[in-house]
């Protein structure tokens, strides 16, 4: 089934552009994704149901695998979709491959509670110097057909990349959408190697930039788009808001966070070490949990302001290893959660835990949908100026009750004594 939607932008002065496209939903219904943040909680005692459906993909639940290792080849995203993943992001893929050349080691973990290297402390950071996938793209779409083939139901998107070429874009969407795949994730967010040819971050960080390529992208693909993000840039939410106003469905937020991990204190150079050298990498786990937050906050107001009347969708990354985590990410709006390195630290099955540890949640307070609790905290965040204007009411409030009654007329004969004590100074 075929649908057809427009995006727009407006920069400046410049006249309204319109983007039209076609795009395709395999399940033909739809979506109720849109970042609307209404709240319902049921009423009647039910089994919280985690299906979700994004932009007219129908997914069991909101865990996706996040693109990366998790999603390197046939094997391990077949076995994401057999532990229970309700979808699967697989590694970016470009034209030529042969570009592409990974080294080892290329990863370094930091540790609570020791210097770098140690072996004791649970791992609160995680980063790589991981390129996108080194396999030939045609190898990869044999695989994606496989997939489809074997698994007709499940979510498959395709996380893309390439240089600053139309040509390129248009020609890797066409092969790509051959393959069978649900939707497309355009990778503007990988903060080493890939930059270095104008790729991944490079482009999330220039916003004309972000607004060309997209414009490309979403005349081109007849499925549903999303545009992932960078941290690594002053104001997350220019890239989001043009990417979804070029026609982007959805955005993804947060790709790794630009850092150097440390230096060995023994042998005096910098993780992770290749023969004797390293290169700044991607920053990832727990520790960078509370910034994805902040700034899938950021998004998801912008959201809620500017396209709240939009079927535009937010997909929530960063640090995710219990459902706890997950469910912040939901509460502020977020329709899908992805998870990569949870994945490479605790196994494919994780899911079945973020799974139950979602749903003790939602029994806890009586949700039985997504739906229901989507976006509850996100009017909760405000302005430092209004947080002190909260404040002195709330004080003056406080002092009011505790000098008792204001006038003669409030006293009541059932509460005099109380009234009394009230006005007393001396307790």
């Known amino acids: 089934m075929a649908s057809l939607s427009s995006a727009h932008v407006r920069g400046g ?19 109720v994704s849109s970042v609307g943040f209404r709240v319902f909680a049921s009423q009647a005692k039910q089994e919280p149901d985690l299906s979700v459906t994004v932009n007219g993909l129908h997914m069991p639940n909101p865990f996706v695998i996040g693109s990366g290792p998790p999603g390197t080849n046939y094997t391990v995203m077949k076995r994401a979709f057999d532990e229970g993943w309700g979808a699967v992001i697989a590694k970016t893929v ?10 080892t080691p290329r990863y370094a973990r930091l540790r609570a509670g020791g210097t770098n290297g140690s072996a004791k402390g649970e791992i609160i950071g995680w980063q790589n110097i991981e390129l996108i996938s080194d396999r030939p793209l045609e190898t990869m779409l044999k695989e994606f057909k496989q997939l489809k083939k074997e698994y007709p139901d499940r979510i498959l998107i395709a996380s893309i990349m390439e240089e600053y070429d139309r040509g390129a874009w248009e020609e890797l969407i066409d092969r790509v959408e051959e393959s069978g795949v649900d939707a497309l994730e355009l990778n503007f967010s990988c903060p080493h190697g890939m930059p270095e040819r104008r790729m991944g ?12 390529v997209c414009g490309w992208v979403n005349a081109k693909a007849t499925v549903p788009v999303w545009a992932k993000m960078t941290p690594n840039i002053t104001d997350i939410t220019q890239p989001a808001r043009i990417a979804l106003r070029t026609g982007c469905e959805g955005v993804a937020a947060i790709n790794t966070i630009m850092s150097v991990m440390g230096i060995n204190l023994t042998s005096l150079r910098p993780e992770p070490c290749v023969e004797g050298y390293s290169t700044p990498g991607g920053y990832s786990c727990k520790a960078v949990h509370p910034i994805a937050l902040g700034k899938v906050m950021n998004i998801a107001q912008m959201m809620k302001s ?6 535009c969708s937010l ?3 960063g640090g995710v290893e219990t459902g706890g985590d997950a469910a912040e990410f939901i509460l502020l709006g977020a329709n899908t959660v992805q998870v990569c390195t949870g994945v490479m630290m605790h196994g494919y099955g994780l899911v079945k835990k973020l799974s139950e540890e979602l749903k003790d949640f939602m029994r806890k307070h009586n949700f039985t949908s997504i739906e229901d609790f989507r976006g509850v905290s996100l009017p909760y965040f405000t302005t430092h100026t209004d947080l002190v204007h909260r404040q002195r009411e709330a004080i003056k409030q406080r002092k009011a009750i505790r000098l008792g009654l204001q006038s003669d007329k409030d006293w009541t004969g059932d509460g005099f004594v109380e009234e009394t004590e009230s006005m007393v100074s001396n307790q």
Request: aromatic share 6%; net charge negative.
């Open 13 to 31: 002065n410049s006249s309204l552009l319109e983007f039209p496209k076609l795009r395709r939903s395999n399940y033909g219904r739809t979506s």
């Open 94 to 103: 470009s034209l030529d491959a042969s570009k592409v050349v990974n080294v």
């Open 201 to 212: 971050a490079a482009v999330g960080q220039d916003c004309a930039l972000v607004e060309e």
């Open 306 to 311: 500017e396209f709240a009347d939009k079927d």
């Open 315 to 317: 997909s929530g990354i």
